[in-house]
C-alpha cells in the first residue's frame, strides 16, 4: 500500500517535465530578428514604390520609351520581390525550425505522460483489489490506515491531472502542426514565387534588349513590332479553347469569362483555364456517355454505342439530372455526360464536370452571380465557368498561392487534398504547369494590345 506515495513523485516529476518541454527557444536572436524585420519592412515599402512606378509608366501614351520604361519598372518589381520573398524564406525557415522542436517536446512529454497514465491506472487497480476490511488489518494503526487512504486519493487526483494535462498537450500538439503546416506551405509559396520572377525577369529583359535594339534605328521599327503583337493576340484569341463535352469557343472568350467570374470569386483567370483543359483532356481518355436507362444508371458509349454500365447513379444523380435537362430544355438521352471510370459512377456533365446532385447544390448561386433566371446550364461555358471557379474557391483557390491552388486542383478532381489517395497529386502537378503555360503563352501577349 505504501507504493502509492511513491506514484505521487512520479506524477510530480511529469508534470515538470511537461512545463520544461513547453519553454521554447528561438534561433535567432532578438537583434538578428529585429534587422531581419527591418530590412523585409524596407523592402516592401521599395516594393510598394516600385509597383506605383510600373502603374504610372503603364498609364502613359504608347511610344518606344513607355514600353521601356514599363519593362524596367516590372524587372525592379520582380526583383525586389525576391529579395523580400528571400528574407520571408529566413524568418519562416527559423519559425519552423522552432515549431518542429516544439512538436517533437510535445509530442515526447505526451508518449511520457502515456507510460505514467498506464503506470497510475496499474497501481490504482491493485489499489482495488483490496476491500476496506483487508485495508483496515493491514495497517498496525488507525493513523497508518488513513494515511494510506490520503495518498489513495492522491493517486486518484493525480490521475485526473494526468488526463487533463494530455488533453491539453495533444490540443497544442495539433494547433502546433496546423501552425507548422501553414508557415511550410508559405515557404513553398515563396520559393514557387521566387521561381516564377526570375522567370519574369528573364523574359522582360529579352523584351528590353529588343526594344532598345530598335531604339538605335527607327520608330517605323517599333511600330513592326507593334503591328506584330497585335497579329499574334489576335490569332491567340480566336484559337479554339476546347471545353468538355461541350462545343470548342474562341480563347478570347474563355478568357473573357475567366476574368468575369475571376472578379466575383477571386479564382485566377489562368487557374480556372488550366482547370478547364485538364477536364478537356480527361474527357479524351474517359470519352462522353449518354444515360439510356433512369432506373439501373445504365447507358451507351457516345461515339460508339456499346453498353456503358454505372453511367449515371440512379438515385443520387438521376433524378436532378432529368429536372436540370427538363429546366433548360434538353432531353436525357441525347446529352452527353462523362463517362465512368474504373470504379464508381460517371454522369458529370459539361465543362465543369459536376454530376447532377453538386450541380443543383451550386445552381442557386451561380444565378444570383450571373443575373440569370431558372436553371443554369451546366454545358453553356459561362454558367460551367461560373460554377467552377465557385467551388475552387470554396476549396482555397482564391488565396492565389501556389499551395492553395495545388490542393484545391487536387480536390477537384478527388475530393482530397494533393497525395492524400493515388494520382491526385499529379492531377494538381499537370493543372499547375497549364496555369503557368496559359498565363505565359496565351493572356501575357494579350495585355496592353
Not at 518541454?21 to 534587422?35: D, F, V
Request: glycine content about 6%.
Amino acid at each position: 500500500m505504501r507504493r502509492v506515495m511513491a506514484i505521487s513523485f512520479v506524477l510530480a516529476g511529469i508534470v515538470f517535465m511537461w512545463q520544461t518541454a513547453h519553454a521554447q527557444s528561438n534561433n535567432l536572436t532578438p537583434a538578428q530578428r529585429a534587422q531581419l524585420e527591418q530590412e523585409l519592412a524596407q523592402v516592401e515599402a521599395e516594393q510598394k514604390q516600385a509597383e506605383a512606378d510600373l502603374t504610372s509608366a503603364q498609364n502613359e501614351s504608347a511610344s518606344l520609351s513607355r514600353d521601356i520604361k514599363v519593362l524596367d519598372a516590372k524587372i525592379k518589381a520582380a526583383q525586389l520581390d525576391i529579395k523580400a520573398k528571400t528574407l520571408l524564406i529566413q524568418s519562416l525557415g527559423n519559425d519552423i525550425s522552432i515549431k518542429q522542436g516544439h512538436i517533437n517536446d510535445l509530442e515526447n512529454s505526451i508518449q511520457k505522460g502515456k507510460e505514467t497514465l498506464s503506470q497510475i491506472l496499474r497501481k490504482t487497480n491493485e489499489l482495488d483489489q483490496y476491500s476496506l476490511p483487508e485495508v483496515i488489518l493491514s495497517q498496525s494503526t488507525v493513523a497508518g490506515f488513513f494515511q494510506d487512504l490520503d495518498s489513495f486519493q492522491s493517486v486518484q487526483q493525480g490521475l485526473k491531472d494526468t488526463m487533463d494535462q494530455l488533453r491539453a498537450d495533444e490540443a497544442s500538439t495539433t494547433v502546433e502542426k496546423q501552425t507548422l503546416t501553414t508557415r511550410q506551405n508559405s515557404e513553398i509559396d515563396a520559393r514557387y514565387t521566387i521561381q516564377q520572377e526570375q522567370k519574369n525577369i528573364q523574359a522582360d529583359e529579352s523584351q528590353k534588349t529588343e526594344l532598345l535594339a530598335i531604339s538605335k534605328g527607327n520608330e517605323t521599327s517599333y511600330t513592326k513590332l507593334i503591328a506584330e503583337k497585335s497579329a499574334k493576340a489576335a490569332q491567340i484569341r480566336a484559337a479554339l479553347f476546347s471545353l468538355r463535352d461541350a462545343a470548342a469557343i474562341p480563347f478570347g472568350d474563355a478568357y473573357k469569362y475567366a476574368q468575369l467570374v475571376s472578379q466575383k470569386t477571386g479564382v485566377k483567370p489562368a487557374f480556372l483555364l488550366a482547370i478547364m483543359t485538364q477536364e478537356s483532356n480527361l474527357g479524351k481518355n474517359v470519352g462522353s456517355c449518354y444515360l439510356t436507362n433512369t432506373l439501373t444508371g445504365d447507358g451507351v458509349n457516345a461515339d460508339t454505342g456499346a453498353l456503358i454500365a454505372s453511367v449515371m447513379n440512379p438515385k443520387r444523380d438521376v433524378p436532378p439530372f432529368l429536372q436540370i435537362l427538363q429546366a433548360i430544355g434538353g432531353d436525357y438521352s441525347k446529352q452527353v455526360v462523362s463517362c465512368p471510370q474504373s470504379i464508381g459512377w460517371g454522369g458529370a456533365m459539361g465543362p465543369a464536370q459536376f454530376i447532377a446532385s453538386t450541380w443543383m447544390l451550386f445552381k442557386d448561386r451561380v444565378a444570383a452571380a450571373l443575373g440569370i433566371n431558372g436553371m443554369p446550364d451546366p454545358w453553356n461555358p459561362v454558367h460551367a465557368f461560373m460554377a467552377s471557379a465557385m467551388y475552387l474557391s470554396d476549396l482555397g483557390a482564391s488565396a492565389q498561392t501556389y499551395t492553395a491552388e495545388r490542393n484545391a486542383a487536387c480536390k477537384y478532381y478527388s475530393g482530397r487534398p494533393c497525395g492524400a489517395i493515388r494520382g491526385n497529386a499529379a492531377y494538381g502537378n499537370s493543372v499547375i504547369v497549364l496555369a503557368d503555360n496559359i498565363q505565359r503563352d496565351m493572356i501575357d501577349p494579350l495585355q496592353g494590345i
